[in-house]
């Protein structure tokens, strides 16, 4: 398996631009995860969603950013418009609820840098 | 607030010595306690979980303690090796969804 995949792996852009971050769950995955990184805040959550549906996005910090899952193999985070306070890498995970049991493991992409000049 | 805190400053050891890393969190209580691995430019791996009814939980040479009542939890790697060097992320998570809390990570840095 390829893993979580996410793409562009480096984004530049000037403030106001519009942002949108990609991400490819594992196959057979049924929980997205949208996280972002920074040294000051360290990892945070900003959704996630279960066979499709977002379930919590109350870690989204402003109506800039938005979130979707058109279909269960891809995902996309968007920001618009874009602020340099946005700069972070954000990572995608995915991770797999077997029958029974709760789903532990979360697998991470290997995110995107994001710089807002 | 929910609040998680793991050593700030750096944990240098010698190969071989058993590096210790510490997970405290505040106004939580969590059913799950995770630690994951994350090496530069790379997201984090998941490395072991163990549940708020465990005390003790072991891989190879990964050792993790789970403490409610001082919560707190102790993540040891034994007989330590350079490639063990990382920053080691604590992250919570309850029983009701998936939303998990994670921290700022402890930098190990082991030397040969």
């Known amino acids: 398996d390829a893993g979580v995949i996410q793409s562009p792996r480096h984004e530049v852009t000037e403030m106001g631009q519009e942002v949108t971050l990609r991400c490819k769950p594992i196959?057979?995955?049924?929980?997205l995860f949208w996280y972002r990184q920074t040294m000051m805040r360290g990892l945070e959550l900003l959704i996630y969603f279960n066979n499709n549906v977002p379930i919590d996005d109350s870690g989204m910090p402003e109506d800039r950013f938005s979130a979707k899952m058109p279909n269960a193999s891809f995902s996309t985070l968007k920001i618009q418009p874009s602020e340099p306070r946005d700069s972070a890498v954000y990572f995608c995970?995915?991770?797999?609820?077997?029958?029974?049991?709760?789903?532990?493991?979360?697998?991470f992409g290997p995110g995107t840098r994001l710089t807002v000049t | 607030s929910q609040k998680i805190e793991q050593n700030s400053e750096a944990l240098n050891i010698q190969e071989g010595k058993t590096a210790t890393l510490t997970c405290n969190y505040t106004n939580y209580s969590p059913a799950y306690l995770q630690w994951y691995r994350q090496d530069p430019g790379r997201g984090p791996v998941f490395l072991l979980l163990?549940?708020?009814?465990?005390k003790e939980k072991r891989k190879e040479r990964l050792k993790v303690t789970f403490d409610t009542t001082l919560k707190q939890s102790l993540f040891h790697i034994t007989a330590s090796q350079p490639a063990d060097s990382a920053t080691y992320l604590c992250a919570l998570r309850n029983t009701g969804g998936f939303k998990t809390i994670f921290g700022a990570g402890t930098r190990l840095f082991v030397k040969a």
């Open positions: 196959s057979g995955h049924d929980y």
């Open positions: 163990i549940r708020e009814n465990e």
């Open positions: 995970a995915s991770s797999l609820r077997s029958s029974g049991l709760l789903a532990y493991e979360q697998y």
